[in-house]
């Protein structure tokens, strides 16, 4: 029997019960004790003893109860008589773990108090004769110290239990870190060395140990897969259920299928994985729970099973019942039959309840399955035909799959299908079932085509439909040629309106890079329409900085008149220019991504119209955006400012020039816009009293606010 230590893990079979908690069917009453006290029948007390002992001596509790009423009543010897018995008893059938709780709860009646201690040492290392580290854990806890201290003993054996659960040899499993083997107890640096299965070695301190570790008992599949690794690969090739049953038996908690596979990890490999699997978790006591993950659990017995299956089909919402129905329906066809008929019901109920979308999913899932009624009302051809607004039975329909079945049979019942389908166009969201109607559209002479002018001239009012159009004409040269100049800046605006667009962003970002549609659409711009793109991708708040740049020289290189090499250079200091590049690098890497962050955590607090903080972030994101394109146009633009190639007898720029008038004398220095700083006469050399000065030499006369002062010396800046 294993002794029960702090930090016992959340599994199955880790839990063995201590002697105190054994309990009889005779257990003693202590009420019949007293009744015998008062009658003075102490040998009818030894008997009840004498015989709860001979079938239950572990009852540690009930024996200890009985012996304090006895000691408390004057009957102190009779008490001790009775313990001793038990004592014997206990140690001569080696239940070291039960006499152990004896000596706790009532050990200064057993023993003398001489030999206490002695007694609680002495059993200590019998329950732990097996451990490696047994005396030099008895050693490292005091155990062998303060000997007459009896509450601090406890508290000595205590801990030893703790340290000891850990001692070389054991199994244990880390959190996140996966099982492993301790292989060393280093007394010396208060440690020990755990070789994990997945990151190898690992020291952990004695205190940390309880919290950080947790024993495998020997039935967790963990603990076998150190222990008999053969075992479990032969259930794996002859009992693949009793293999995934010792998994889920191992825990209290379900198992999804990757933690399974992680358990499994080294028995069963990457290759067998599939079919193992799929052998495995068919077998009938097996139930799987949850809407996202499945997670596993075994039942008693398949009847449980299925009855758990029923339960939690009856407690899921109407959808969730048709993914049950697919999922569970196999494990018998009785069961299959209940589900389709209280599916059956619940569509009869939505349609009655004038939600013929619901009605219609429930019916077609059934018409999947070859379970779908035909004569009814609800029959999802009778809904369709007959349905006033299509647009809303549609959308009522979530699945995609079935939606696209009841758009093939929107055509097969429904005279004007066409007009249905453009209908249809605009408020589909998934691009697999745009790409259906509009296939069924371009069977139909002009309807698709007018369907692509109606996204590409008002694209906010079909905003999903708009990002399919704007993702197909990658790979559709007819739709590019269309109009590629507003296609290109309805991407662009589109990327900025986070309102209507939001979700869509990651779709939309990769028609602006390099491959997808934006990038293509440049080739088929004419020179007028080329200037007009580069205008709109400069000014395109939505995009980023390593989207425009690509987007600027692929139109300069095709384009070659757009190019701005003779573009007005722009002075600046070395220090200045160096500034405004990690200006840049901070708004680039560091405020634009944090206020990108902001956006979408302002996004999900619920409806953009309302939302201040989603507004405030979409604001910041335009200035961040503007100034970061304007620093980069300016940066190409800069041109260092050389102060070796200042002379004394020409002002230029970077010239600090002295100017006297009657005595008087005023000092101005001419750098670029960046440095301008006129109330310390520092002048940007686009300044009007710049290039008055500048190309003036050394003794001229230059006029300011109509006083004219001489230039007595010119010398660089700094």
């Known amino acids: 029997m294993a002794y029960t230590v702090a930090g016992t893990p959340p599994w199955r079979g880790a839990h063995h019960p201590t002697p105190t908690e054994h309990r009889h069917p005779m257990a003693f009453s202590l009420e019949d004790v007293q009744q015998h006290l008062a009658r003075g029948e102490l040998e009818a007390i030894e008997d009840d003893w004498l015989s709860r002992m001979a079938g239950d001596p572990e009852a540690v509790d009930d024996f200890a109860a009985v012996a304090r009423t006895l000691a408390d009543s004057g009957a102190e010897d009779n008490a001790r008589l009775l313990l001793e018995m038990l004592d014997g008893e206990l140690c001569e059938s080696e239940r070291w773990e039960a006499r152990l709780a004896l000596l706790r709860a009532c050990g200064e009646l057993v023993v003398p108090p001489e030999d206490l201690h002695p007694a609680i040492l002495d059993t200590v290392r019998r329950i732990y004769h097996d451990r490696p580290s047994r005396e030099a854990m008895i050693e490292k806890v ?39 083997r301790v292989i ?3 007394m010396a640096l208060d440690s020990f060395k755990v070789e994990l299965e997945r990151i190898g070695e690992l020291h952990v301190g004695f205190r940390a140990a309880a919290k950080l570790l947790k024993p495998l008992p020997p039935s967790h599949v963990l603990r076998r897969k150190y222990d008999d690794p053969a075992a479990l690969e032969k259930l794996r090739d002859e009992q693949p259920a009793e293999l995934l049953r010792l998994v ?35 077998h009938p006591q097996v139930v799987a729970s949850g809407k996202g993950r499945r997670a596993y659990r075994w039942t008693a017995s398949s009847a449980a099973a299925q009855d758990a299956v029923w339960q939690a089909f009856l407690r899921a919402e109407p959808r969730r019942r048709l993914l049950q129905l697919r999922r569970e329906g ?52 009778a809904l369709i035909a007959g349905a006033g607004d299509l647009r809303a039975l549609a959308r009522g329909i979530e699945d995609r799959a079935l939606r696209e079945r009841a758009y093939h049979l929107v055509r097969e019942t429904r005279p ?47 905003p999903a439909a708009f990002v399919w159009l704007a993702e197909r004409a990658d790979d ?27 979700t869509f962003r990651t779709r939309l970002a990769k028609t602006v890079e390099s491959g997808g549609t934006v990038p293509r659409l440049l080739d088929d711009l004419d020179p007028e329409q080329a200037e007009q793109a580069l205008a709109a991708i400069r000014k395109a708040t939505g995009l980023l900085h390593y989207q425009r740049e690509p987007l600027k020289n692929a139109l300069e290189l095709r384009f070659p008149a757009l190019r701005q090499d003779d573009a007005k250079p722009l002075y600046a200091t070395q220090e200045a220019i160096a500034a405004k590049r990690a200006e840049l690098k901070e708004l680039l890497e560091e405020e634009i991504p944090q206020n990108r962050r902001a956006i979408e955590a302002a996004r999900e607090l619920g409806d953009l119209r309302e939302n201040f903080e989603y507004k405030s972030a979409r604001q910041r994101h335009e200035y961040l955006a503007a100034r970061a394109a304007r620093l980069d146009e300016d940066l190409k633009r800069a041109r260092p400012i050389d102060p070796t190639q200042v002379r004394g007898d020409e002002v230029v720029i970077g010239s600090r020039v002295l100017l006297r008038r009657d005595g008087d004398e005023r000092t101005i ?50």
């Not at 009655?352 to 009605?359: F, K, R, S, T, V």
């Not at 996204?455 to 906010?460: C, D, F, H, M």
């Open 142 to 180: 005091g155990l062998l110290r303060a000997v007459d201290d009896l509450p601090k003993t406890w508290q000595k054996v205590d801990r030893l239990a703790v340290l000891l659960a850990f001692d070389v040899g054991a199994v244990v499993y880390m959190k996140n870190k996966g099982p492993g």
């Open 184 to 186: 060393e107890a280093n």
């Open 248 to 282: 889920l038996e191992s825990y209290d908690e379900p198992r999804t299928g990757a933690e399974i596979r992680r358990d499994l990890a080294g028995i069963v490999s990457d290759e067998q994985w599939n079919g193992w699997w799929a052998a495995a978790r068919q």
């Open 330 to 381: 196999s494990r018998d066809p009785a069961l299959r039959q209940r589900m389709a008929e209280n599916l059956a019901g619940e569509a009869a109920r939505a349609a009655a309840e004038n939600d013929p979308g619901l009605a219609c999913e429930i019916w077609l899932a059934l018409e999947r399955l070859d379970l779908a009624p035909q004569d009814v009302p609800w029959a999802a051809p």
């Open 416 to 462: 004007f299908w066409q007009d249905d389908f453009a209908l249809l166009f605009s408020q589909e969201s998934d691009p697999r079932s745009l790409d259906r109607l509009a296939a069924e559209l371009a069977t139909v002479e002009g309807a698709l085509e007018r369907q692509l002018e109606l996204l590409l001239s008002q694209p906010r009012k079909a």
């Open 476 to 502: 559709n040269a007819d739709w590019r040629r269309r109009n590629p100049l507003r296609l290109l800046t309805q991407i662009l605006w589109a990327l900025a309106d986070d309102d209507t667009f939001g």
């Open 669 to 718: 220095t001419i750098l670029g816009p960046w440095e301008s700083a006129p109330e310390n006469d520092v002048l940007s050399n686009e300044s009007e009293l710049a290039q008055e000065l500048l190309g003036q030499p050394k003794g001229s006369h230059v006029e300011i606010a109509g006083t004219t002062w001489q230039i007595a010396a010119i010398e660089p800046w700094n």
